[in-house]
């Protein structure tokens, strides 16, 4: 048993990517890929925390990890997100972090205030007014309801599920150098600026 999972989504297809898997892409160091770099990061900053992948990527299947298919398919990230958070409740986790494969620049002090003791349903960092729930920490059973009443309205979107928790959740602005860390890469120009 473990008081903290960590969900790693690599399950999109990366279209925008040309069909890149987003994880194999080089860090700007260049050194180690994205999600290399990422589980590092995660090992050093929660070396306590079980780390999953969300989605089933065969291109990850060498690192041994376990990956859990999305619950329900065909539905997004949500689908991912239930996955992450029911295996939270099988494992007897409190809380699940919920991380894109996609952040080259998230660090130690951000996966340390991320991964922190839970007091609401979620703690879900804000940059320039947008939520980053793909950077975010969930109480399993709580998220687990939210995004169930989510889905029976049949929508499928990860602020629908931000909007069920309503006041539970736990917003933390994140400016200046620290919004950097939240910086993802959804097609060929984020990687260039």
């Not at 003791?117 to 975010?136: I, K």
């Amino acid at each position: 048993m473990t008081d903290l999972i960590i969900g790693i989504f690599v399950g999109g297809a990366g279209k925008r990517m040309g069909g890149v898997a987003k994880g194999s892409l080089k860090t700007p160091a260049g050194d180690e890929t994205l999600l290399t770099r990422l589980l590092r990061i995660c090992a050093d900053s929660a070396p306590e925390a079980v780390v999953y992948l969300v989605g089933q990527a065969p291109s990850y299947a060498t690192l041994g990890l376990t990956q859990l298919a999305d619950e329900p398919r065909e539905v997004g990230p949500i689908g991912g997100l239930r996955s992450l958070l029911r295996q939270a409740q099988a494992d007897g986790a409190r809380r699940a972090l919920a991380l894109a494969c996609d952040l080259p620049f998230i660090d130690q002090t951000m996966i340390r205030l991320l991964s922190a003791p839970l007091d609401s349903a979620a703690r879900v960092p804000v940059v320039a007014g947008r939520f980053q729930p793909l950077a975010a920490t969930y109480a399993p059973i709580p998220g687990l309801a939210a995004i169930d009443r989510a889905l029976a309205a049949n929508q499928h979107a990860l602020m629908r599920v931000l909007a069920e928790l309503g006041t539970d959740t736990e917003r933390f602005e994140v400016d200046g150098q620290h919004a950097h860390a939240f910086r993802d890469w959804d097609t060929p120009d984020d990687i260039a600026r």
